[in-house]
Structure formats: C-alpha cells, structure tokens
C-alpha cells in the first residue's frame, strides 16, 4: 500500500485545481476583513463548519460566495502564492490551474487583473521554487454561450499567458454542445481544450465534449464506466481524465471511496489522473487524494507511481520535459 512518505517522494503534477477552490477559510477571512467584503461568517470555524455539501449545485453556491472577497491584484496573487506553496509541500513540480474569470468580472473586477496577479505568482513560483504551471481560462456553463465569447474577446489581450480554455460549473442541464461555438474560436486561436464532463452528468456529455468540443481532455469523466464503448475509445484515444477522489465522495458521487472506480479504470488501461479539484473545500490538497485511495481502495506504490507517471503524459507539457519526469 502507497504511504504518504511513498507518496509525497513522487514528483506529480496536477492537473484539475479550481485556484479559487484553493481559497482557504483563513485567507477568505482575512480578506474580507482587508477588503471590506462581508461574508455571512464571523469567524474561521464557521466557515469551515458551513462545507457540507450533498451535491455539486450545493457547493457551488458556498464556492461562488467565497470568492466574492477576491477584489484586487495582490489578492489574486496572494491565494496563487498559497497554492504553490502548498504544491511546493506536496512534490507537485507542475501544475495546470483552473480559473473561472466570469467569477470575478460579473462583480466587476477587470480580467487583466485577474489573469494579472495569478500569473505573477506562477512567474515567481518558477524562479524561486522551479514549478512549472500553465493556466486555464474556463467558462461557466450555467451562463450564456454569448457570455462566455465576450470573455474569451476580453481575454484576447493576455492569450500569451493562456494555455488554453475549459468548461466548468452546474454541469446537468448545460451540456458541452451549448458551446460548441466558442471551443471553435477557441481552437482557431491555438488554445488547448479541456472539459469537465461525466461528474454529474452522463455519459453522453463525455462523447459531447470529445466529439464537439475536440477537447483532448476530460475532467472527471468517471461516468465513462456506464458506456463500455465509451472506454474503450478513451483508451484507444489516450484521452485523459483528471479524476478527483475527495472531490467525488464531499459531492456524494460516492457514498464511500471503496466504491470510486479510478483504479479500475487505471488497471484497465485508460490514462487516469489523481487531482485535487478544489482543496480547501474538500479536505485536502493533492497528495491527500493519493492517500485516501490507499486508505479507500487500498492502492499499491505501483499504482500510485503510475498515476504520477500518467500526470505528466496527460499534461501540456512539451515532450522534451515529459522525458525528464518518465
Ligand atoms: C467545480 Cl467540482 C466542480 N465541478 C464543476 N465546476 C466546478 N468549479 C469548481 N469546482
Ligand atoms: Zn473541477
């Protein structure tokens, strides 16, 4: 069984990280005070006891409200920084971060400073500790297809600090297919796709986002197991999922991680991924989702170096920095 000593020695990367589900009550709490928000919490403990969730709609009501004390450049910096000391801790020598900029701009907060202070931390995590990172702008799928071209327009100034684009929020009822339009434009500026599909929704959201989207990953994706035809594609294909264990069973996609398919997925073949999703809302960052598969499902160190392994093939990283990890 992988140990967290096991564990943490592997170099990882991760994969499928909200930054703003990295926002821990701490820091929320301080920069409400700092900025003047108000949070209906007064203090640390409340907003800790405030995290049970029964599906995902109810965490994203919690997960939009934190974020709402995100105002400023250096707040965008400040939790990026925390992040990466966190990645820093855990061996995480890469990572690919979500961000949702429709967030923060409906409250009117300007993309750049955004995409600003989050990319100065990536810059300052590099040169100090070596972490290499790539950013990923993803769009809310409970709002319009139009919405989401005006903030890929808005964007346009800062594409060279973009790696490419997702799908993110209330995934049933708003399948990959309303907005097939602007993973066109997407593609058509040179960005990479990602989508989340098959957390909550069905199986039919996966083939959606493979098959009009073209995204070259999915996020989550375990709803897969309820196609066979479905894997076997994926596995042919080599097409990731970024799965995200604790973020399953705090959802209730699970009842009991002994129940979570990741390994045998793995064991069939197909590229999975160990991520943290949103770790301050979830009970742990990225090695902590290793460790409750080996606490879960009893996962072995081959298992757990594989899913590393797999982290760095299923990044876009360039080939010569995958061999350096292999
Ligand atoms: C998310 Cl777990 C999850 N699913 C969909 N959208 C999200 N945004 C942040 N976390
Ligand atoms: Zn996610």
């Not at 910096?77 to 961000?99: G, K, P, S, W």
């Not at 972490?131 to 346009?156: G, M, P, Q, V, Y």
């Not at 040179?190 to 929704?201: I, P, S, T």
Request: glycine content about 6%; hydrophobic content about 40%; charged content about 25%.
């Amino acid at each position: 069984i992988a140990d967290p000593d096991f564990i943490k020695a592997l170099p990882k990367a991760e994969l499928h990280l909200h930054i703003e589900g990295s926002l821990e009550p701490e820091l929320m709490f301080e920069l409400s005070k700092r900025n003047n928000i108000e949070i209906p919490f007064t203090s640390v403990e409340e907003i800790r006891a405030a995290y049970k969730f029964h599906n995902l709609q109810s965490f994203l009501d919690i997960y939009y409200q934190g974020a709402s004390v995100l105002i400023h450049e250096q707040d965008f910096y400040d939790l990026t920084m925390a992040y990466l000391q966190r990645c820093r801790e855990d061996n995480v020598v890469h990572a690919e971060i979500f961000f949702d900029p429709q967030t923060h701009t409906e409250r009117g907060v300007d993309i750049g400073v955004v995409i600003q202070g989050i990319h100065n931390a990536l810059k300052d995590a590099k040169s100090e500790w070596g972490i290499s990172s790539h950013l990923i702008l993803c769009f809310l799928r409970h709002l319009s297809e139009e919405d989401a071209i005006a903030t890929l327009e808005a964007a346009k100034p800062y594409l060279k600090l973009i790696k490419g684009v997702g799908l993110d929020s209330s995934e049933l009822g708003h399948p990959p297919s309303k907005f097939k339009n602007v993973f066109a434009m997407a593609k058509a500026l040179g960005l990479e796709r990602v989508a989340h599909a098959g957390e909550e929704g069905p199986a039919e959201y996966i083939k959606e986002a493979l098959d009009i989207l073209d995204v070259s990953r999915i996020d989550h994706g375990v709803r897969c197991v309820e196609d066979k035809t479905l894997m076997e594609h994926l596995k042919e294909k080599n097409i990731p999922l970024t799965v995200c264990p604790l973020s399953n069973t705090a959802l209730c996609v699970y009842d009991h991680m002994s129940e979570h398919p990741i390994l045998d997925l793995l064991e069939q073949g197909l590229c999975v991924t160990v991520n943290a999703d949103d770790p301050a809302y979830f009970g742990g960052y990225v090695n902590r989702n290793y460790l409750a598969l080996s606490e879960g499902l009893g996962m072995t160190k081959a298992q757990a170096k594989q899913l590393a392994l797999n982290s760095f093939k299923a990044s876009y990283i360039s080939e010569g920095q995958k061999q350096k990890w292999a």
